[in-house]
């Protein structure tokens, strides 16, 4: 009997240092849960060039490339890139638009007119906005994970002209240019 009441409250111990009721299981144990941390999944767009990120001039209409980091203003939203298109330029196939969406502002890369030149902020748009809609296609020609952004408004490709000014623009694709392949490095945030 007394090895019975022992045996008895050993198992009593061990149940309530793994928080089980005595004669219960695991399903039935009062477990107190923790939600996981909430995340957000944001992108640097780096000039494979010159090495530094778009970004945006804090909450201006200002658009630069500059030295990468994880400032608000140098991060890009996860649903701005789309699906990648399977074709270069022209009418593209097995993609739509996107907009590229500032993680600071929520405001978004716009361009003027369809003629090369300077790229901008503006408030986003609902579909249709060609102007603000961009397409992202991966060429193999540099690295198959260089990634080339183009304008579904003029067809012009997003590119930083001379890798030592920080201006970004917009021209039409050289295929023997790096100047207008970016890399698109994925980051996760914590809340």
């Not at 992108?43 to 630069?64: A, H």
Request: charged share 15%; aromatic share 8%.
């Amino acid at each position: 009997m007394l090895k019975k009441k022992g045996l008895l409250a050993a198992i009593a111990v061990a149940a309530a240092l793994l928080c089980l009721p005595l004669g219960g299981s695991a399903t039935a144990a009062t477990r107190q849960s923790v939600a996981p941390a909430a995340t957000t999944t944001v992108y640097q767009i780096v000039n494979t060039r010159s090495g530094g990120c778009l970004q945006q001039d804090g909450t201006t209409d200002k658009l630069y490339v500059g030295a990468c980091s994880t400032s608000h203003s140098a991060l890009w939203l996860e649903d701005g890139f789309g699906t990648p298109c399977l074709s270069l330029g022209g009418t593209p196939s097995g993609c739509a638009p996107y907009e590229l969406i500032n993680y600071h502002s929520r405001m978004c890369v716009s361009e003027t007119g369809s003629a090369a030149g300077n790229l901008y902020m503006n408030g986003c748009a609902t579909s249709g906005a060609s102007a603000k809609e961009w397409y992202t296609y991966y060429n193999s020609i540099f690295d198959p994970n260089d990634a080339l952004v183009w304008s579904a408004h003029s067809g012009l490709y997003m590119w930083q002209g001379n890798p030592s000014v920080s201006t970004v623009s917009q021209a039409t694709y050289s295929k023997d240019d790096s100047r207008d392949n970016w890399d698109l490095n994925k980051i996760v945030l914590s809340s």
